[in-house]
């Protein structure tokens, strides 16, 4: 009988040792939850940095967008304001689109050039008005191979008078078939009336052809 209890003894001590080998440890258990324990939430400054590690052509396009967006919002350089045409020049283009006008048959810029108060001394020595310098440039059929000024010199006389002194040479075919090749010498009044320079007198001579 003390054999089998003495068994029985032995049998219960190597169960409960067992069962101490397989049960885990207090610490293995405390490992084990600091391993699964979640880690903290990303904050969106380390987000945007793993997606542009993970995706680099997504951190450039996000860049490019914001350098667009940049150079838009920045304001365009204000334009230089137009450079005000000396006294001299203003004089000269005027009496060159004249000029260029009587060859292409076009009374508007006479029209234009020409103050209302006009008066004229034509080459031909007959005083003239500006209705009839305009009568005198419709009456014209010849045909124009070239019509320059040369030698302009403007002499100012005060902030709004000059004259202009020069020389109109042409060439080409008259009405009879008859080629020409004639110059005038003119001496032009100009005015400059509510900003606009306006020729108020001249006197021409013919000096060749």
């Known amino acids: ?23 885990p440890s207090p610490s293995s258990q405390e490992k084990a939850s600091a391993t699964v324990q979640e880690s903290p939430a990303a904050t969106p400054t380390e987000r945007s940095a793993a997606a542009a590690a993970e995706s680099p052509s997504a951190a450039k396009k996000e860049s490019a967008t914001a350098a667009t967006a940049k150079k838009e919002a920045s304001p365009a350089p204000a334009k230089a304001p137009a450079k005000k045409m000396t006294v001299e020049a203003a004089l000269k283009d005027n009496e060159n689109r004249w000029e260029a006008s009587l060859a292409a048959h076009d009374i508007s810029v006479a029209q234009s050039l020409v103050a209302n108060d006009f008066t004229g001394v034509y080459w031909d020595g007959k005083v003239i008005s500006k209705s ?78």
């Open 1 to 23: 009988m003390k054999s089998i209890i003495s068994f029985i003894v032995v049998i219960s001590f190597i169960a409960s040792a067992i069962a101490q080998e397989e049960s």
């Open 132 to 209: 009839g310098l305009i009568g005198e440039a419709k009456k014209d059929k010849d045909t124009y191979k070239s019509a320059v000024n040369e030698k302009l010199t403007v002499h100012s006389y005060g902030p709004t008078v000059a004259v202009v002194v020069g020389t109109a040479h042409e060439k080409g075919t008259g009405k009879d078939g008859k080629a020409f090749d004639r110059s005038y010498r003119f001496t032009d009044t100009w005015v400059e009336r509510n900003g606009q320079w306006q020729c108020v007198a001249f006197q021409i001579s013919k000096i060749k052809g």
